[in-house]
């Protein structure tokens, strides 16, 4: 049961984040200062790639990898798939996982392997399977890992992983909110240098100044009628989010965010794509789930039982999609079902860091030129990234602030 008095007593909250999971949130545009910075000093921005790979393996364990996976597969969108190895083994610990390559990876394949551990065996064959097959290897992990020594040994690039600013301790565990930016940047940036996507220095700085005024309107402090991730946590008490994206990249935002329920507050959550998700989770909202369900809970005694889960629709859009747009329908199916709704969308992109959100005039001119003046793939892919950490930023807070305020 969440204690929506928690919400808005900064202090208890501290007492409360033992993890460091607010901290960790709000230090993620640091983190990708340091990532950029340090990846810069490795030496990736002189590189010199001969042309694209056919194709982006990618390997890693937990959530962080998982999400960085996804993320990269959207920005790199039809220019070269990016496939996921997943893991086997009998548990999950560092020293039980294995990872294996296709069949039909070869020389004009690229391996990425991020971690925040370094120290997985699995990994470490993972990188000598791939020299063997003729396979680029990069890895990120932190500075003098068992990792980092293996992809140096197969001629690979080891990129070192950037820790929480100011501190020189062990990283974040893969669930922590700055884990995802550390691992993440530094690939970007090399995806940059081969063409897939594009992510210069300043397109970063951009991510990271949006990441710290999102910080700043979600921090503990910030009350919740004025706080979209407070207010986000506290409406998802009691309830089986289920979360329906539309555009690119809101589609890895609401899967991350569906992975952060689970891992840091121990609900159940479930992620689908518009206009697919209204068959697929439509009849939760008719079933035992639905706001109605139990027309005799009204005069239940509710002292010594747990309050009833009920689905609540969360609708993440990247931005408007115009008459193509799902969002509509979405709305009235789950209002036909009286089911509540929560919708996220990230502020416009630009300079401005009080530009109110929305979807804004598409023929108002902006920061990239006058009205209708055609835009790059670089100004978009910089819009989508600024968009995607928006939304990642806001959900990160409330999957942390619904972790701690239900005592997860």
């Keep these: 049961m969440l204690d929506e008095s928690l919400l808005d007593a900064p202090e208890a909250l501290a007492r409360a984040d033992r993890r460091r999971l607010l901290r960790g949130a709000a230090e993620a ?13 490795a030496g990736v921005a002189d590189l010199r790639p001969d042309g694209r790979p056919r194709a982006v393996l990618m390997a890693g364990p937990g959530a962080a990898a998982n999400a ?17 190895l997943d893991p086997t083994g009998v548990a999950a610990a560092p020293g039980a996982l294995r990872w294996a390559l296709p069949g039909w990876a070869g020389p004009v394949d690229l391996l990425l392997i991020a971690t925040p551990d370094g120290t997985e065996p699995g990994l470490a064959l993972l990188a000598e399977q791939a020299y063997r097959r003729g396979c680029t290897v990069v890895s990120v992990a932190p500075d003098r890992t068992p990792l980092g020594e293996a992809v140096n040994g197969v001629h690979g690039l080891a990129l070192p992983m950037a820790t929480a ?9 893969a669930s922590a909110p700055g884990a995802l930016w550390a691992l993440l940047t530094p690939l970007l ?19 990271a100044d949006r990441l710290d005024r999102t910080a700043e309107r979600c921090g503990p402090a910030i009350a919740t009628y004025a706080n979209p991730a407070k207010t986000l946590a506290a409406e998802l008490a009691d309830s089986l989010p289920l979360i329906w994206t539309e555009g690119p990249s809101a589609g890895p935002a609401g899967r991350r965010f569906a992975a952060a329920i689970g891992e840091l507050a121990g609900r159940p959550a479930l992620a689908a794509q518009l206009p697919e998700a209204l068959p697929a989770h439509g009849a939760l909202l008719t ?4 706001a109605g369900a139990d027309p005799d809970d009204f005069f239940r005694d509710r002292v010594d039982e747990a309050p009833a889960l009920r689905a609540r629709v ?17 709305r009235e199916l789950a209002l036909g079902h009286d089911t509540a709704i929560s919708e996220l969308e990230p502020g416009p992109t630009g300079d401005d860091p009080h530009a109110p959100h929305g979807s804004g005039d598409p023929g108002a001119p902006g920061e990239h030129g006058a009205p209708g003046e055609p835009r790059d793939d670089a100004d978009r892919t910089g819009d989508a990234l600024e968009a995607l950490a928006e939304l990642i930023a806001v959900t990160d807070f409330a999957a942390v602030y619904l972790a701690l305020a239900s005592g997860a």
């Design 165 to 173: 600013p100011y501190e020189q301790d062990e990283p974040d565990a």
């Design 29 to 41: 545009g640091a983190r990708v200062r340091t990532a950029a910075r340090r990846a810069a000093e």
């Design 189 to 207: 940036m090399l995806l940059d240098r081969t063409g897939l996507v594009s992510a210069p220095t300043d397109a970063l700085e951009r991510v």
């Design 287 to 290: 079933g035992t789930l639905a």
């Design 68 to 84: 960085a996976a996804d993320i990269l597969g959207s920005l790199a969108g039809a220019g070269c798939p990016v496939v996921r």
């Design 314 to 330: 969360v609708l993440l859009r990247d931005r408007a999609t115009g008459k193509l747009s799902a969002a509509p329908a979405a």
